[in-house]
């Protein structure tokens, strides 16, 4: 086993670290997670006001997304990033600070929502310091992918780069903006204000960071796996300008019901809609790819993650197109169909990505991953999960809205979703056991085998490492 250093400036060890990171992330979020669902159930079996449900669950969707989703989907893009640019990274050194303090801040939201210090804001509970921890790194973050980018051997931009400049450059923005970090002791404005900038920052942390980077990652991966160039380049133009264009406007659809103005409800249903045509010029883009490649999608485990991850966007986009719209609202707001659309893109669309990704970069590294064996069982059991959980939410989401719209008050309903609930938390079991796979599979890998010798990847002159003789 290597002897472990706390800043590795060896090649390769921000990606392996962020996305071994991520993997352990992943356990930990699961875990909470299924916590929660079993208080669903048998809310009495928790006395601890530290793991009560309305604490518990902040925790685990936050170290979802900056724990599992940001880590694993980061040190893929990096790799991509460098790979792409036929350059090593500007600096493995300021990639593990930026690692460190990326962890720090995980570490810190897991601890601190739970003891009851949050901002209540969807996805922007974290408080001031732990939002001061991610805004350094990301502007670390954008700062070596920036000087890769400048000392980069093959001149082209691809397509995947483009997505990897845009979502660090849009999410410190968002970032910075939608947590209100001018006011640290609450995070917060006023009134309506207030609820209008909250979803602007709460779908933009999924819109314009989590999925650019994961739509970045097909674009990288896809193509590799499948043997044959990308389909168009015309339709990846399609896929990216307009995604960022109506993307940034979406976040008022959730405030439909409530008093904001009518220009700002309208111009969120127009652009949840038109945000359609990116989305299915991405889709066509990567589909069309494989033609002639299909079978090749059960012997990769990257692609046949990556692959499902695609299937899952076409889903989850065009569910949330639909759910856009004030008639579906009416039934649908407020209920369990939501929670199941939101687990369906984070854990299913984004997650399945990462997982596919962090496994290609591994093969890469290592020659291949520890257990080919391992990595297709976890597919399965995290297919079955997230599958399941979104079709017993969804169930259980209409249950709600029709009692609700026939006028049955929120108590009497409750005994109809004890099932439902019930297959939930048994259904996380799954999930839980693909990321527990998943992270031994990377455990094994990284410190079971020998890395392959990559020459592009060794510091050349003009980089940090270099000139700090790393």
């Not at 208080?39 to 928790?46: C, S």
């Not at 920036?146 to 979502?167: D, M």
């Not at 990216?240 to 940034?248: I, T």
């Not at 099932?419 to 599979?441: D, E, H, K």
């Amino acid at each position: 086993m290597p002897r472990f250093r706390f800043i590795d400036a060896s090649p390769g060890s921000t990606a392996r670290r962020f996305i071994l990171s991520g993997a352990g992330w992943f356990l930990a979020a699961t875990l909470i997670g299924l916590l929660a669902a079993v208080e669903l159930v048998a809310p009495d079996l928790v006395q601890s006001r530290y793991f009560l449900f309305p604490r518990i669950r902040p925790s685990h969707v936050n170290t979802n997304v900056f724990g599992f989703l940001s880590m694993m989907l980061i040190g893929a893009m990096l790799w991509a990033v460098s790979r792409l640019a036929q350059a090593p990274l500007w600096s493995e050194k300021l990639g593990n600070c930026t690692l460190w303090l990326w962890n720090a801040a995980v570490f810190a939201g897991m601890v601190s929502l739970p003891m009851g210090y949050t901002q209540s804001h969807e996805y922007g509970e974290y408080v001031w310091p732990i939002d001061v921890l991610i805004v350094a790194a990301l502007a670390l973050l954008a700062l070596n992918i920036f000087k890769t980018l400048e000392r980069r051997r093959e001149r082209l931009l691809y397509v995947t780069n483009w997505y990897a400049i845009g979502a660090v450059v849009a999410t410190l923005a968002v970032y910075f903006l939608g947590n209100v970090m001018w006011h640290p002791l609450t995070g917060a404005l006023h009134g309506m204000n207030d609820a209008e900038w909250a979803w602007f920052y709460g779908h933009n942390i999924f819109g314009v960071w989590i999925t650019p980077l994961a739509l970045g990652l097909c674009y990288f991966w896809l193509p590799r796996e499948a043997d044959q160039p990308l389909y168009s380049h015309t339709l990846s133009l399609l896929g990216f300008w307009p995604y960022f264009a109506f993307y940034m406007q979406v976040g008022a659809h959730h405030l439909l019901e409530a008093p904001a103005p009518g220009w700002l409800k309208l111009i969120a249903e127009i652009n949840s809609v038109g945000l359609l045509i990116p989305v299915y010029a991405f889709l066509a883009n990567q589909w069309l790819t494989l033609r002639g490649r299909w079978w090749k999608i059960p012997g990769s485990v990257t692609l046949k993650f990556i692959f499902a991850g695609t299937v899952m966007y076409f889903f989850v986009s065009t569910q949330g197109a639909l759910m856009a719209l004030p008639s579906e609202q009416r039934l649908l707001h407020f209920t369990n169909w939501t929670v199941g659309h939101a687990h369906l893109g984070l854990l299913g669309f984004a997650g399945f990505i990462a997982c596919g990704a962090g496994y290609g970069v591994l093969r890469e590294m290592y020659g291949e991953f520890w257990s080919s064996r391992l990595a297709h069982l976890q597919y399965w059991f995290m297919l079955i999960g997230i599958a399941g959980f979104t079709f017993v939410l969804s169930y259980a989401g209409l249950v709600q809205g029709s009692a609700w719209r026939n006028g049955e008050t929120v108590y009497r309903v409750l005994p109809e979703l004890v099932v439902p609930y019930l297959a939930r938390a048994i259904l996380g079991t799954f999930i839980i056991s693909g990321a527990a796979i998943q992270f031994y599979n990377f455990l094994r890998t990284i410190y079971g085998r020998a890395p392959v010798r990559m020459p592009w990847l060794a510091p050349e002159a003009g980089s940090l490492d270099a000139v700090a003789g790393g």
